[in-house]
């Protein structure tokens, strides 16, 4: 292939904003039920709608919720698996409509319409559900309840009754456990008798400290047996009557542990090594128990393997199946794990693992769905590489490096590629070595990425995400210097041609980064950054805390410190307030319908960068939340952002719409 010489950023590529928005479906929440598997589908071209999809063993895949129905939860506002495989063949999900939950039988060879489980409240989508789970009689769906009333938000495990006689007032709506904030992971024991779920209050977020309490069906009182205030402890699952599997971070590192009621605890395999994820999405299993009695488990420092765990001797062995990242979803039906499952070379793919259950036999892996399927040549696709930095302190910054790949296109000599630090949402987050479109849009056209796992991030144990603890816009940023400095120094990457983009979190230090004034080194740096990119992130910390959702109403007390107290430090630390002449040039795109982080965080620093007559341009998006969605806004959304970085740093990518700017 003849190779021909332009300029970074304007490579030809055949990868458009079309391509990453209508090739790409999110794949999400894989079930095994018997001997099929199912998953749900984010589709972008449908409006961002979720699909339930279920595949059986003969390869026959069927779409099983058509259009306008959208299996979609806001629990929590983030969600999480929002539907039940049912043993008839049917199903139980969360419209996202209204939020009630519904029944699909199974009929014949399609399934029936949907019909309601729940009573419509007087005020819509007031009451949500999620994290289903089957009752042991088979006639109830037992799952976390959020009712939003009257200015309050109560939650609950309750038992919804499958034959629909809940829909008339909710009276048949039975509590099964309530008083604590936040509930998960409701899991009945072998003997039907009692009930184990994970349980916490304001102002922890999951990760800072959950209990494990039993609770006996029907009699007053819950048994503590695990977790507080400084342990995490994520995913119960009954071993037998008397004893359950857990994950707890007790060691500093999330573990498995077989916990009795009688208060003993066993770890089953201590490692330095995470064997879940934090718990934004209700619904997580990072293991599941197999059919044998062994564990399947996503595990890995920084990664995702699948291995098989023996309880009863701890050996841990690793299952080679071509795929280098597991998801903490897995499901299981006997030997069969339903996951999803990718790498650098593969999309993340929805795989069925059969694990034979004698001893010297290979476990085997079908794919069964891509979220990519038509991919451009190897060669427009970016090779990561997984990098270690230290920072100015001498601790350790993780990151993944995806350098400018084209098959046929050069730049002239001497000219080095800009660089785009992406930023990660959470924070607790965090980002692998993996094959996306999304960064191949930019990469192939001559635009680095380094994706950084920043101190708070997770993967490596509960130390490194507590780095961020009161730190927040102080560790993050000078992590994200650290890291694209690093490649600049060693001749990488053009150094007046740096960028920084993140989403949500990732936005707050994006913007951060170009407001605080703190170098890489600690000290006062102007200019390491020549274009920012915002995707719904935060700018105004007192304005977050009054305006965002009830699940991260308290998540600033630990990131920054709690109020009153600490007000000082809020006004100091955000964006808002700080831009300078020194600020850069900032993209704003935000979803006019975001509950996490509301409209007004956008408009406020984009009020500030007008009144700084900063270039800047904001871009709201009627009808997306926190997240696009719908294939039109994020064509538009990409296609923007390369024009911006264009503008800024001296390209001209061709057919590429031009996103006006105001101010400078």
């Known amino acids: 292939m003849i190779t021909e010489t332009y300029n970074y950023g304007e490579w030809p590529s055949p990868i458009s904003g079309g391509d990453v928005a209508r090739k790409h479906v999110g794949l999400a929440f894989p079930v095994a039920a018997g001997d099929s598997i199912w998953w749900q589908e984010i589709r972008p071209e449908e409006g961002g709608r979720q699909a339930v999809v279920r595949q059986g063993p003969d390869g026959s895949r069927a779409d099983l919720l058509p259009l306008p129905w959208n299996a979609r939860t806001r629990v929590h506002e983030y969600g999480g698996t929002s539907y039940l495989p049912l043993p008839d063949g049917g199903f139980v999900f969360a419209n996202f409509a209204d939020q009630r939950l519904y029944r699909v039988r199974e009929n014949g060879t399609a399934p029936a319409e949907p019909d309601p489980l729940t009573p419509a409240p007087d005020e819509v989508a007031a009451d949500r559900f999620a994290d289903f789970v089957l009752a042991p009689s ?9 009712r939003q009333a009257g200015g309050r938000i109560a939650r609950a495990i309750v038992a919804v009754p499958l034959d629909g006689s809940a829909t008339d007032d909710g009276g048949n709506v039975r509590v099964l456990v309530s008083g604590s904030d936040f509930y998960a992971f409701p899991a009945p024991s072998p003997d039907d008798t009692k009930l184990a779920f994970i349980c916490w209050d304001h102002p922890r977020m999951p990760w800072d400290g959950t209990e494990l309490r039993v609770a006996v069906i029907g009699e007053p009182g819950q048994q503590v047996i695990m ?9 119960p699952a009954w071993r037998d009557d008397r004893s359950l599997y857990v994950v707890s971070d007790r060691s500093g590192w999330w573990n498995l542990y077989v916990a009795g009621l009688d208060g003993s605890v066993r770890a089953l395999c201590p490692r330095e090594e995470e064997f879940a994820a934090p718990l934004w999405q209700l619904g997580m299993h990072p293991y599941v128990v197999l059919g044998d009695g062994r564990i399947a488990a996503s595990h890995g420092a920084g990664a995702g393997r699948l291995g098989v765990l023996d309880p009863g001797t701890g050996q841990l062995t690793d299952l080679d199946l071509g795929y280098e990242a597991f998801s903490p979803w897995l499901s299981a039906s006997g030997q069969t794990v339903a996951a999803i499952a990718g790498g650098p070379a593969v ?3 929805v795989v069925r693992v059969s694990i034979p259950a004698a001893a010297g036999q290979a476990a085997s892996v079908r794919e069964l769905r891509r979220e990519t399927d038509d991919l451009p040549d190897r060669g427009y696709l970016p090779a990561p590489r997984a990098a270690r930095l230290t920072g100015p302190d001498g601790s350790v910054v993780h990151a993944v490096v995806y350098p400018p790949a084209h098959p046929a296109a050069a730049a002239p000599d001497g000219e080095l590629p ?7 949402g959470g924070p607790t987050a965090h980002v692998l070595p993996r094959l996306d479109l999304e960064k191949a849009f930019f990469t192939s056209r001559g635009i680095g990425i380094i994706d950084v796992n920043y101190g ?9 995400r507590e780095r961020l603890r009161g730190q927040w816009g102080v560790v993050d940023v000078a992590d994200v210097m ?4 690093a490649l600049a120094e060693a001749g990488e990457a053009d150094g007046k041609r740096l960028g920084i983009r993140g989403g949500s ?15 890489a080194a600690g000290t006062p740096e102007a200019g390491v950054f020549a274009a920012a990119t915002s995707y719904f992130g935060v700018s105004d910390l007192r304005g977050f805390a009054a305006q965002t959702h009830d699940f991260e109403s308290r998540y600033l007390d630990g990131l920054i410190g709690p109020l009153p107290d600490c007000e000082d430090l809020y006004a100091e630390r955000a964006p808002v307030g700080h831009v300078s002449k020194l600020t850069c040039p900032v993209l704003l795109l935000q979803g006019l319908d975001d509950p996490i982080v509301p409209p007004a965080q956008a408009e406020s620093i984009a009020a500030d960068l007008a009144a700084h007559d900063i ?5 709201p998006f009627a009808g997306e939340s926190h997240g696009f969605r719908r294939a039109e806004n994020i064509i538009t959304s990409l296609e923007a952002e390369l024009s911006f970085y264009g503008q800024i740093m001296g390209f001209t990518p061709p057919g590429v719409p031009r996103v006006p700017l105001t101010g400078g």
Do not use: K, N
């Open 138 to 146: 088979g006639d109830e769906v037992w799952c976390v309840r959020e």
């Open 227 to 235: 977790g507080g205030e400084h342990e995490s402890v994520l995913a």
């Open 347 to 349: 999309p993340p793919s």
């Open 418 to 424: 800009p660089y785009i630090v992406w930023v990660h």
């Open 456 to 464: 708070g991030s997770s993967g490596y144990g509960r130390a490194y």
């Open 482 to 485: 650290t890291a694209v400095l």
């Open 505 to 519: 979190a990732g936005g707050w230090t994006a913007l951060a980064a170009i407001t605080s004034g703190i170098g």
């Open 615 to 619: 270039p800047h341009a904001y871009l």
